[in-house]
């Protein structure tokens, strides 16, 4: 059995005397992560060197280079705390000498196993996901990370960021941020810095103080816990994997959709990369899991990025979250006939377009609408293509993969990114019990065929 070993445990702060003692109130986008956990990626990269070479070579680069990233992303260093002005405010706070927990380890696992596509037990890569240290003052710490060597084959890069910190977008930002100081040796970034003014976030309608007081009243009408036995329940092993779409495969998907609309003599429907990728893994997820037969709607949750949404537009650089919610349900019995995608990719169609009604619309009761959707659980998704983590370059070259390995918190999620192999593709991540995804793989592959 794969073993791991802790090599060391260090802490890095941006350079001293860098950044001025500061905080940052949350906005309305913010505090509904508040209850959340961590976002956790893992980017693995080939390295056919030693456990020395790297302590002595690329291990001193690392930290330099996070310390400097640090000096321009210094609240994930921070911690959340509430504000010192009203308890039902928060802010995120950072003083001179705050730190990120940085782990150095090995493993003498396959590095090429745990690295592929195919099924693998996510029990094995558990251990190189960083934790995010606890807090005895209840505050909130923000961000962990942990690097593991694999002798003579490759390392692993894992990266724990809390969602109340920031969304993928302002998180991968600070990725790219350090990859790019660290591949140039410790010299300056390329990439623009954050933008951190909460001014342009503009919350005329009270959704903050609306947001908050309907996370307390949810909190407060929750369920009780379930008694101490049905605890001890042991779920099944859950594996993770990988499927690709080709670009290819994403227009003829594009083409049998279009093409079924205007049979019906359907408008158009907004019938882009993303969409298709989620329709088709959406049917394909139904029917792994054995169809839903008691229920007559199934739905698909995913988050849309608001910054170029919202008027006047946000900064594409704006540090925080910047998310709302997209609701989508569709027909079972449609989606579970042979030519699925289609409802399936015109009811997301559908979703999106009604975005145009106002990306804000309908802020008020967001919470509420989530909290009554799982109990019927709602396929969701996490990370986009846009977000471009095979250009994570360390000056190792392009990951072997990436994994967003948080998905597997929330049974039926499943993240996207871009293609590792060409330009347009995508590829498709998801955790599930082996018999589960044994189903989504042959959907998956059986839907190929037809196209």
Not at 333 to 338: C, V, W
Not at 398 to 407: A, T
């Amino acid at each position: 059995m794969a073993s791991i070993r802790v090599l060391d445990q260090i802490q890095v702060s941006p350079p001293p005397n860098s950044v001025l003692d500061s905080t940052l109130p949350f906005t309305f986008f913010d505090v509904v992560w508040l209850h959340t956990g961590p976002v956790e990626r893992l980017f693995f990269y080939p390295f056919t060197h030693s456990v020395e070479h790297f302590v002595s070579h690329l291990l001193p680069v690392l930290k330099s280079s996070l310390s400097l990233a640090l000096q321009h992303f210094h609240f994930l260093a921070g911690r959340v705390k509430p504000s010192s002005l009203q308890p039902d405010l928060f802010e995120y706070s950072y003083s001179d000498g705050d730190s990120i927990p940085f782990l150095i380890s090995e493993s003498d696992a396959d590095f090429d196993e745990l690295s592929g596509d195919t099924p693998r037990d996510y029990a094995k890569l558990f251990d190189l996901i960083p934790q995010l240290p606890k807090s005895d003052d209840g505050s909130i710490p923000l961000t962990a990370l942990q690097v593991t060597v694999f002798p003579n084959r490759g390392i692993s890069i894992g990266i724990a960021i809390h969602h109340v910190a920031c969304d993928d977008s302002s998180s991968i930002h600070f990725v790219k941020t350090w990859s790019s100081i660290c591949k140039l040796g410790g010299g300056a970034s390329s990439i623009a810095p954050p933008f951190y003014d909460r001014a342009v976030i503009a919350d005329t309608n009270g959704l903050y103080s609306k947001t908050w007081s309907e996370m307390k009243q949810l909190a407060a009408n929750a369920p009780p816990p379930p008694p101490p036995h049905t605890t001890n329940i042991v779920k099944p092993a859950s594996v993770i994997a990988s499927f690709s779409l080709t670009r290819e495969q994403i227009d003829r998907l594009k083409r049998g959709i279009l093409a079924k609309a205007a049979e019906g003599a359907a408008a158009a429907p907004h019938c882009s990369a993303f969409v298709v990728a989620c329709a088709f893994s959406w049917v394909c997820l139904i029917k792994a899991q054995g169809g839903y037969s008691d229920k007559e709607t199934a739905h698909l949750l995913f988050s849309v990025e608001c910054r170029g949404r919202l008027t006047p537009p946000v900064p594409g650089e704006y540090f925080g979250n910047c998310l709302r919610p997209c609701f989508v349900e569709a027909s079972m019995d449609d989606l579970l006939k042979n030519d699925g995608v289609f409802p399936a990719a015109l009811a997301i169609g559908r979703a999106i377009k009604r975005l145009e009604d106002g990306v804000l619309e309908g802020a008020e009761g967001w919470m509420q609408k989530i909290m009554s959707l799982i109990p019927s659980q709602p396929m969701s998704v996490g990370g986009s293509p846009r977000y471009k983590v095979y250009d994570v370059d360390f000056g190792l070259g392009k990951p072997k993969k990436v994994e967003l390995m948080s998905i597997e918190k929330t049974p039926g999620t499943i993240s996207l990114a871009e293609s590792r192999e060409e330009q347009g593709g995508i590829e498709i991540g998801l955790v599930l019990p082996r018999a589960e995804m044994d189903g989504f793989s042959s959907c998956f592959s059986d839907g190929l065929k037809i196209l």
